[in-house]
């Protein structure tokens, strides 16, 4: 590459000026050779490398993450602490709800006054004659080291002189050269936090860290701990203090605080505390932080709701109160933090009241309640179940929105309203609401210092809210006696000196206090409007032009609250009102609420309804003109399994038996190639009116593949499409490669749907009658858990959607379940196995599988679509299930063995057994319900013993689904 003349040539006069300049000795090669295996380098150097000489500026990533994990434990730690502590909330204290974990890593933004001193780390710039950059430290003699220029001593100065203390150094080497000097990480000092706090100890921080920051690493003051007198202590004597009153009301106090090595953060007990109620600004504005408080609120706002939107509300609620818990495995880890009385304290009066928590069960019951609290919200959600509500909490939200849509005008209540419980005012402030269903203020705990008045404690509080009394505010203290005082202070005057314990009140303003007057219902802009004296409802309406095109005019209703408190009804012709007639242009008054109506209102809904094998059939919105092409096109495309040629139209006559028109329904479909609406004869294409109905229907037994499943012990187990019109069982298993050296035919299983489809939750009316529908067993007394409680709406629910051929079967199948136990807790596990087989649609035939593999015709059956054959693996044991000493016992057979001799080796029949009941189900499937104690024993059979005080259930009716478990395990291992 050729390089321009004069560019050589200036470059060597650089050169040459700066060897001139340099000092005798000093070699600028062997400096730059320097500078570079220390990390410095010039302009067109490369970017340096990190120092070898400086220990790593940042930890390991396995350091990191044990500090991680170290800071969330103690994080988990202090809010633990936090929770026990009861009582109202204090001032303040939000500066400490979250750890604020600083770095000492710097963009070299520190000011000129910051003093420098051993662990800081600067970087120093180097530019003019000389240019390089070099990361220093300053060591433990408060020096720093510039490689082949020498030592600068910086410790204990400032920043802005240190800069000078080092040009001065690398002058002497390099004339006519710039310095500058930037921090790029704090030094770490160890301060120690002792007093009332949370976790007292040593913390490492940045030299620069706020006093709020130090504390908030050891959780902040505790509920005794003051936050008037913070004190930095060095040597034994008290360097510098905080107040964070003023830094947190006002923004005032400098809680910045050059921290030195050994420093101590002192937090003394607090002085005087005083508690604010009512309507101060930061009292009763402050977020709601307890979740028994959020529930509250929302509860309360269903008092005049729609009776469905309640239903489904209180189960979301209770579902989300569930959600909120921590998972179980967090929970227990915490509870090693708390102490034992505080999972007792838990379920608080307000909880039970809510019924979101059931009573905590006492020693004795305990153990067998974690189930009943676990359904109720109480006991902590595994992660497995946490899933399942989740799940279930997005289908109840669902169902929701679309009940919001209530119609316009309906007042209905649809409860008996309870004496003395009045409806929440939905338009008071979140405070005033909660006031009012709790029937306590809002509170606050501040601390005052000596001398402080009344006067500091509203500065404090942020002033009283505009609904407070204007007249004057209340305190109570103890007197030297111990009886309770009370005291008007008042707003204007000589405020009064607060003490410890002492109780300052601001109450509301109740009664109307408004001058307005609210338009609702179907007007332009509903809303709350100004009232002048002497204004009339058809001025106001005309003034502000509320009244639309298809308002109802003759009629409009007037809601009138007395002062009593009780209210009175007006009606009006909206028409006549708006004309000034006197008889209609009623006189308004304060508080009053006007509401109007449309012309919908007077009509009912017209429909029409679409059925069939559709992608969208539902009801659909009667429209004038339209015709049947037209719903059809609405209710989407047909599909595989429908007819596409012909359709019915049903008429309704009057309560009469329909009128039914049969439609040509290939020339009514629209494709990709056109649309009928060109289609006008109503003979072909029928103009539609209200309540009309069409029908489409599907083609007979139609499958897109008709599918059976064989597993267990057959040369290849899986999934068959039929390609026959009627396989059977025998064709089935010799096209599956035959059975296996260990199959037992004898006790196969054959599976056949029965009870039609599983119901489908997720339509919402289903859901909705479902929850709203009681349940008979609950009636009888029989909807108990076993602690005695009612079962939670969530569980009745999933019992009445099961098919009713399943009850009872699944009863037994929780009783085989309950035969494993958590090893550290004891608690009784579900087995997956077990839950997997709970079908509810499924039911068991008896089939002679030897003798269809045998060729006998009579015994095959003939396959449908659906259908799941398990072969199990051959066994030589019985099986005894029910109220035996050994609820699910397995034994190996005897010959000669009969049913009495099983009863004997399971230990004998319980008290709650019905003797009579026994029934013996064969491998096969088949039961034999006389004479059973006598009955001879095969392998795969099962004894069934029943409880003699649930003879209500239908388990007996439906013993073929119950399948002998521990064969059908055998046949998937």
């Not at 470059?11 to 070699?27: E, F, R, Y």
């Not at 937090?267 to 101060?280: D, H, K, R, S, W």
């Not at 990709?672 to 007979?700: C, H, T, W, Y």
Request: hydrophobic share 40%.
């Amino acid at each position: 590459m050729r390089v321009p003349i004069s560019r050589t040539i200036l470059a060597l006069a650089v050169a040459t000026t700066l060897s001139a300049q340099l000092p005798q000795g000093l070699d600028l090669q062997a400096l730059k050779q320097a500078a570079s295996a220390q990390g410095v380098g010039g302009a067109a150097d490369s970017v340096p490398a990190r120092s070898t000489a400086l220990p790593a500026t940042s930890p390991t990533p396995e350091e990191a993450a044990r500090q991680l994990d170290a800071d969330d434990k103690l994080d988990r730690e202090i809010q633990a602490l936090k929770r026990r502590e009861k009582g109202p909330r204090r001032f303040a204290a939000d500066l400490f709800d979250v750890r604020q974990r600083g770095s000492a890593a710097t963009e070299g933004g520190i000011a000129e006054d910051y003093v420098l001193g051993t662990g800081d780390r600067l970087n120093l710039n180097v530019f003019g004659s000389a240019t390089f950059e070099l990361p220093v430290q300053v060591d433990g003699r408060g020096e720093i080291v510039i490689p082949k220029v020498g030592t600068a001593k910086v410790g204990g100065l400032t920043l802005g002189r240190a800069k000078q203390v080092v040009q001065g150094v690398v002058g002497r080497n390099f004339s006519r050269s710039s310095v500058d000097l930037q921090v790029i990480k704090l030094r770490e000092v160890r301060v120690f936090v002792l007093g009332e706090v949370y976790k007292p100890g040593s913390y490492l921080v940045s030299s620069l860290s706020s006093l709020v920051n130090v504390l908030s690493l050891a959780g902040g003051p505790t509920a005794v701990g003051s936050y008037r007198d913070i004190r930095v202590m060095r040597g034994g004597q008290k360097v510098a203090g905080l107040d964070l009153y003023p830094l947190r009301a006002e923004g005032l106090g400098n809680p910045n605080v050059a921290l030195q090595n050994g420093d101590t953060l002192f937090v003394p007990m607090a002085q005087n505390q005083v508690t604010l109620e009512g309507t101060f600004a930061r009292v009763a504005l402050a977020p709601v932080q307890d979740r028994a408080d959020e529930q509250l609120l929302q509860l309360g706002a269903l008092q005049s709701g729609d009776e469905d939107e309640a239903l489904l509300e209180q189960e979301i609620l209770r579902l989300e109160y569930q959600m909120a818990q921590a998972p179980r495995e967090q929970a227990q880890e915490e509870n090693l933090v708390r102490n034992g009385a505080e999972a007792a304290d838990r379920s608080s009066s307000q909880d039970l009241w809510l019924g979101l928590v059931p009573k905590v069960p006492t020693a004795r019951n305990q153990g067998t309640d974690t189930k009943t609290r676990a359904s109720n919200g109480a006991e902590p959600l595994a992660l497995e179940e946490r899933l399942a509500v989740e799940a279930r909490l997005a289908q109840l939200r669902r169902v929701l929105a679309a009940l919001k849509l209530r119609a316009r005008g309906d007042h209905r209540i649809l409860k008996e309203p309870v004496a003395g419980q009045e409806p929440v005012d939905e338009s008071l402030p979140e405070w005033r609401r909660l006031w009012d269903l709790k029937g306590v203020a809002p509170r606050m705990v501040f601390e005052m210092k000596p001398g402080e008045t009344t006067a500091d404690a509203l500065r404090y509080a942020g002033g009283l809210l505009p609904e407070s009394s204007p007249a004057s505010l209340t305190l109570r203290r103890r007197g030297p006696d111990g009886a309770l005082q009370a005291v008007d202070v008042p707003l204007v005057g000589a405020p009064a000196v607060l003490g410890w314990g002492d109780v300052l009140s601001a109450l509301p303003r109740r009664g109307p206090q408004e001058r307005a007057v609210t338009v609702q219902g179907w007007a332009r802009v509903p809303g709350s409007f100004a009232r002048t004296e002497g204004l009339r409802v058809g001025d106001l309406l005309a003034r502000e032009s509320q009244v639309l095109p298809d308002t109802y005019m003759a009629r409009g209703e007037i809601v009138r609250q007395l002062p009593d408190g009780t209210t009175r009804f007006l009606s009006f012709d909206l028409a006549k009102a708006l004309q000034k007639d006197p008889s209609h242009n009623l006189l308004l008054e304060d508080r009053d609420r006007v509401e109007l109506y449309r012309l919908q209102d007077l009509r009912l809904p017209r429909t029409v309804k679409l059925l069939g094998p559709v992608t969208r059939p539902g009801i659909f919105p009667f429209h004038e003109g339209m015709r049947a092409s037209d719903l059809i096109f609405r209710a989407g495309l047909p599909l595989k399994s429908a007819d596409r040629l012909t359709a019915e139209l049903a008429r309704s006559r009057d309560g009469k038996p329909s009128e039914v028109v049969r439609l040509d329904l290939a020339r009514l479909l629209s494709t990709e190639a056109g649309s009928p609406v060109g289609i006008q004869d109503d003979a072909q294409n029928p103009r539609l009116q209200p309540d009309d109905q069409i029908s489409l229907f599907e083609k007979p037994d139609y499958r897109v593949h008709r599918t059976v499943r064989i597993l267990g012990q057959v040369a290849r187990p899986g999934s068959y499409t039929m390609d026959t019109e009627r396989p059977t069982l025998a064709q089935l298993i010799q096209r599956a490669g035959g059975l296996t050296r260990e199959a037992m035919p004898k006790a196969g299983i054959f599976l056949r749907s029965m009870g039609g489809e599983t119901p489908e939750l997720e339509d919402p009316l289903k859901l909705l009658e479902a929850l709203k529908k009681p349940d008979p067993r609950a009636q009888a007394g029989a909807a108990l858990g076993a602690s005695g409680q009612e079962l939670p709406p969530s569980k009745r629910l999933v019992q009445q959607a099961q098919d009713p051929s399943s009850k009872g079967v699944n009863d037994i199948l929780e009783r085989l379940n309950e035969t494993r136990r958590q090893g550290a807790t004891g608690q009784l596990l579900r087995g997956p196995l077990m839950h997997g087989l709970i079908t509810g649609s499924l039911n068991r035939m008896v089939v002679d599988f030897e003798a269809a593999l045998n060729g006998n015709a009579q015994a095959d059956v003939e396959l449908q679509d659906g259908d799941e054959i398990v072969i199990p693996r051959a066994t030589d044991a019985a099986y005894v299930v029910g109220e035996t000493a050994s609820p699910f016992a397995t034994y190996k057979v005897q010959k000669g063995m009969k049913v009495s001799d099983m009863l004997k080796l399971a230990g004998g029949l319980t008290h709650n057994a019905d003797y009579w009941g026994v029934r013996l189900l064969k491998a096969d499937g088949r039961i034999l319900d006389s004479w059973v104690q006598g009955r001879a024993v095969e392998p795969g059979d099962t004894v069934l013993v029943p409880q003699r005080f649930r003879r209500d259930t239908s388990w007996q009716e439906n013993l073929q689904a119950l399948t002998p478990l521990a064969l059908v395990l055998n046949a998937i291992k």
